[in-house]
């Protein structure tokens, strides 16, 4: 029996970018749920487990840097599953946030290539946990 692809959970309210992340991802053969906002996301993993998440810093509502603080909260097994993407990693709030939490980050822009490697990365690491894949 062939196992389910990994799902992925993109949140950014840019929806080109979305599209793009998506695209890339299906045809990599991730399964892929998206949104544009924080409390979406949130809700959505009430319904659907995600393997790994991209998860932009800045959102309409509610900032990434909680929403993360939120998901690992109630979803322990999603820290070290979760990047932040963001064009700010330099920007002393993110800074400080980073030295408090750590975290992958994928600096904006970046090259679709820097996604796959680091999600290969959360699957090896998640191998060697677990045993199997």
């Given at each position: 029996?062939?196992?389910?692809?990994?799902?992925?959970?993109?949140?950014?309210?840019?929806?080109?970018?979305r599209?793009?992340?998506?695209?890339?991802?299906?045809?990599?053969?991730?399964?892929?749920?998206?949104?544009?906002?924080?409390?979406a996301?949130?809700?959505?993993?009430d319904?659907?487990?995600?393997?790994?998440?991209?998860?932009?810093?800045?959102?309409p509502?509610?900032?990434?840097?909680?929403?993360?603080?939120?998901m690992?909260?109630?979803?322990?097994?999603?820290?070290?599953?979760?990047?932040?993407?963001?064009?700010?990693?330099?920007?002393?709030?993110?800074?400080?946030?980073?030295?408090?939490?750590?975290?992958?980050?994928?600096?904006?822009?970046?090259?679709?290539?820097?996604?796959?490697?680091?999600?290969?990365?959360?699957?090896?690491?998640r191998?060697?946990?677990?045993?199997?894949g």
């Amino acid at each position: 029996m062939t196992p389910a692809p990994r799902t992925v959970l993109i949140v950014d309210d840019e929806a080109p970018l979305r599209r793009v992340l998506e695209r890339s991802l299906s045809r990599e053969g991730y399964r892929v749920v998206s949104t544009g906002s924080a409390e979406a996301a949130y809700s959505l993993l009430d319904s659907e487990r995600a393997d790994a998440v991209l998860l932009d810093i800045h959102l309409p509502t509610m900032s990434g840097l909680a929403l993360y603080l939120a998901m690992v909260h109630r979803w322990p097994q999603l820290e070290g599953r979760i990047a932040i993407m963001t064009g700010d990693a330099e920007a002393q709030e993110v800074r400080s946030w980073l030295e408090q939490n750590r975290c992958t980050v994928l600096r904006k822009p970046f090259n679709l290539r820097e996604i796959s490697v680091w999600l290969e990365g959360v699957w090896r690491v998640r191998e060697r946990e677990t045993g199997n894949g």
